[in-house]
Structures are given as C-alpha cells and as structure tokens.
C-alpha cells in the first residue's frame, strides 16, 4: 500500500502532444559520495519512458529534464558503479513527484532517506501519505497476522472470507480518506491525480465527474484533466444499464452480423484471448 500511494499510479493518459513542455531542474545531496558512484532517475514524458544519469561528485549531483505534466519518478543511487544492468530489488531507490521548477534532494548516506524540497507536489504527497498512515498501519498488521496465522486458519475458508472482509473496510476506508484529500485540496495536482485510485479496477464516472468538478478550474483546464474528463464520458457508454455500443462481426459462416439485430432478444458475448 506504501508504494501504490507513492506512485499513485497514476498511469496517466499519452495524447498529450498538444502541451508545452515543462523544465526541472532535480538537484540533489547525498552524503559524500564520489565517483565512480552515479544518480540515474527514470520518469515518463508522454508515452516515453526516459531514463537520465548523472556523475554524483562531493554527494552533488544535477539533472535537467523537461516533462508535459508533473508525473511520478524514481532515483536511483547506483553507489559503486556498478551499472544500470545490474540493479536488483536491493537498490538504493526514492519514489517521489517531478514538477515544473527545481527540486532539492539531500540525504546523509541514502536515496532511500532523502528529503525532498521546493516542490508544493512532494509536500501534497506527504500530507497524504501521513494521513493514510493509520490505514498503511492496519493493513501491515492485518498483513502480520495472516502470515503468523497456524496451518489450520490458513487452511480454514471462515479465516480466510474473514480476513477478505477486513481487507475490503480497508479499502473503504482507504478510499473515503482519499476523497477528503481530494475535496480538502482542490488547487492540488495531486488531487487529479488521486482520483485514478479512488476509481479503481471498476470505476464509477459519476462518482469521478463529481470529484473532478470539485478541482479548481485551473486544474480542471489541464490537458491530462481533459483527457480524463473524455474517458468518463466515454465510459458511460458501457456503464451498467446503458445500451450497448453496436458492432459488426462476421459469424462462423463468415456472414457480418449486428449486436442490433438481436435487440429484444438475450444474448450471450463469449470474449477469449485471441
């Protein structure tokens, strides 16, 4: 759960080609370290995942870079050299935000313990994330005590549907706090950004639009807002209850047939992988 609130996913739409590109400047301190230690950071522009390197000299080190939209981004402490290759689930790595402007990272000895500065995007995420902190505190020990479970619980279908239901408060609670966020913080990006994880695997685009109407009209005027906004619109169309957009497909005796033409009718829609 930490790491899904630290990059809230945030898999935010592609077609922004339309937006003008923002410069940062991510100038960071980490401890005393020297070459042949190096700083790589991995974020995404558009479609592009880019990835930027820097010599790291006295702990110091710059990267310039420009971005469509503030999007999340990962830093990467490569102490000894060794390579991008050959990072493993061992690396000194810190989840944060990019925006527009320059942004500060100082740290005794680690990326892991670096503080971010200068960034009004960061300090959002870190009032989210204490004040998701009760919950993240919930789940590691509801976490604790399903691994500390005996063979038997484990094994026991009440265990494991009473567990299941905890999970989902969870959620609800998880999901309640995070729209707080969202109304509390209308000027936010992050409150944008938020509402990919208040929708979930099954989004409500009412739910959404209401959320998103809430945001300040300069946030609501952003590309990625837009793009947002004609994603629920389109969504509705294959909302429960709604008529099912028309379409032609050939049947086994090659014949093009319409869903239309079974209208009054019960149809079954067999989907498979190929």
Known sequence: MKRLFLLLIAALPAAVLAQDPQTFALKGKIG???????????????????????AINNGSF????????PTSAS?????????LERVDSTADVLNFYLEKGEIILTSPDSAKKAQVSGSKLNDDSKRLIAQLKPIVDKAQGLADERRH???QQQNSADFQNAMQQRYKQLQIEQKAAIKIFILSNPNSYLSFI?????????????ELDSLLNSLSPEIKNTE??????KSLDELRTTGIGATAPDFTQNDVNGVPVKLSSFRGKYVLLDFWAS
């Open 224 to 229: 990625q807002a837009r793009l947002f906004k």
């Open 194 to 206: 938020a509402l990919y994880d208040v929708g979930g695997p099954s989004p409500n685009p009412d």
């Open 62 to 69: 710059v990267i310039n870079g420009r971005i469509l939209n």
């Open 75 to 83: 830093l990467l402490i490569d102490h000894k050299g060794a390579g």
């Open 32 to 54: 005393t370290l020297n070459t042949p230690a190096k700083a790589y950071l991995k974020y995404q522009v558009g479609s592009n995942v880019m990835i930027d390197s820097a």
């Open 149 to 151: 479970a005996t063979l």
